[in-house]
């Protein structure tokens, strides 16, 4: 919180599965009061996020956005001859 507060422009919580970051980072947008951008690496993990916050925030705007970009992969670019 004091990060945020402090003015850190990004925050990113690391850990496990199950050790709580989705509760801190709840804790962290009730206290800080403000509005938040979160981003995750794939649909799955950002419908449970949505789902999650929510339950978090019943009473606040709460809304998800898919990309429909998600398919680039840099590492399978293949560059084909104009020849």
């Known amino acids: 919180v004091a990060d945020v507060q402090s003015g850190v ?3 990113v919580l690391k ?8 509760f801190v980072l709840a804790n962290l947008i009730a206290r800080t009061n403000r509005p ?4 995750a690496p794939n649909k799955v ?10 339950s978090f925030f019943p009473t606040n705007a ?3 956005f898919f990309s429909h ?3 680039y992969r840099p590492e399978s670019y293949a ?5």
């Open 69 to 71: 970009f998600d398919f």
């Open 15 to 22: 850990g496990a599965t199950g050790t709580g970051k989705t």
């Open 62 to 64: 709460v809304t998800i």
């Open 45 to 54: 993990l950002a419908a449970q996020l949505y789902t999650e916050l929510r």
């Open 9 to 11: 422009p990004r925050v």
């Open 79 to 83: 560059p084909v001859s104009q020849n």
């Open 36 to 39: 938040t951008l979160i981003v």
